[in-house]
């Protein structure tokens, strides 16, 4: 099964790429593809997940532009084609 990969700010900064493809079993989850990233990755892994393998709470994981934190959370089912975008949360600003 295709899925693309989308990054932004840091997470891009940290693998280097905007854009990334890679091909996994059907019925891999969210969860299970970004640590496969992270594996390939070794800055990326303490970007996404914390001390206990958890997805950090500032992370958002968007899966065909939906927040998979609405949906399973890391145990989001990926299918044929999917599109999942990664990004640290954003904050700060002037009022």
Known sequence: MHVE?????T??????EKHLE???????TVGEAI???????????PLLFDGDGDLRPHVNVLVDEANVRNADGAATTLTDGTTVSLAPGVAGGQE
């Open 5 to 9: 990969f989308v990054t932004y700010a």
């Open 11 to 16: 997470i891009r900064d940290s693998i280097g």
């Open 22 to 28: 890679r091909e996994f079993e059907a019925g891999t």
């Open 35 to 45: 640590s496969s990233l992270a594996d390939e990755y070794e800055s990326l892994g």
